[in-house]
């Protein structure tokens, strides 16, 4: 017979602490954050950022967290497609291991999106070493901006959004996510493009982002565009 499913320990980079779900709780939890994964990767990046907005205001305490009624308001406000139970399965899920019993949003925001597989954490890997300054070894949000080809990027070239429209969503989700001092490092960069893998779950699609929307012809390295 199958061995038990290992429980799920999701780390919080807010309150330095593991959060372990049992295999029924993990079970349930996975469907609710793949739900919300979905309605948010139709949304586009302006749909992470948008969320990510709204904990923030939320977060009257400022310290990554949000209470049950402000969850309550923020899925009314957004729309996200959630019903009371999945809401309620997700909020004691992010809160049960808390004093006062708050809901981590950041590692909302981190299950939902889910990690990057191998294979796209090598392909965005690839895309930062080319994009990088090569003196401070990060990528400024400037920079980052400049080197997108919206009119390349997957949702354009199939017809889903229109160019404007996608280099504006763009722009505002790096001006947002990059305010660290000296823009993205490796790890930040991963980090965004976590959100763009959840929206991009085909992999030729993902790849297409990851390469031709940066000015990579077919991916290879040192065959940057003159974005830099």
Not at 110 to 121: A, F
Request: some cysteine.
């Amino acid at each position: 017979s199958a061995a038990p499913a290992a429980p799920v320990v999701g780390y919080s980079a807010i309150t330095k602490s593991s959060i372990v779900f049992n295999e029924k709780e993990s079970d349930e939890l996975g469907s609710v954050l793949e739900r919300l994964r979905d309605s948010l990767g139709k949304r586009g990046l302006k749909g992470w950022k948008n969320l990510a907005q709204r904990f923030q205001q939320y977060d009257n305490r400022r310290n990554g967290t949000i209470m049950r009624l402000d969850w309550e308001r923020l899925q009314k406000s957004m729309g996200l497609g959630l019903s009371p139970d999945e809401r309620d399965a997700l909020y004691k899920g992010l809160s049960m291991n808390r004093k006062d019993a708050a809901m981590d949003y950041w590692q909302c925001l981190r299950l939902t999106h889910g990690p990057l597989s191998e294979p796209r954490r090598d392909a965005v890997r690839r895309l930062f070493e080319e994009l990088q300054d090569e003196a401070s070894g990060t990528i400024s949000a400037d920079d980052f901006k400049a080197c997108f080809e919206a009119k390349t990027a997957p949702a354009v070239l199939l017809g889903r959004r229109d160019a404007a429209s996608e280099a504006q969503d763009f722009a505002e989700a790096v001006d947002f996510f990059g305010t660290a001092p000296g823009g993205f490092g490796e790890q930040a960069f991963m980090e965004f493009f976590s959100l763009v893998s959840a929206i991009y779950p085909d992999d030729n699609e993902f790849r297409l982002m990851t390469t031709t929307a940066f000015g990579l012809k077919g991916g290879a390295p040192g065959s940057l565009g003159g974005c830099q």
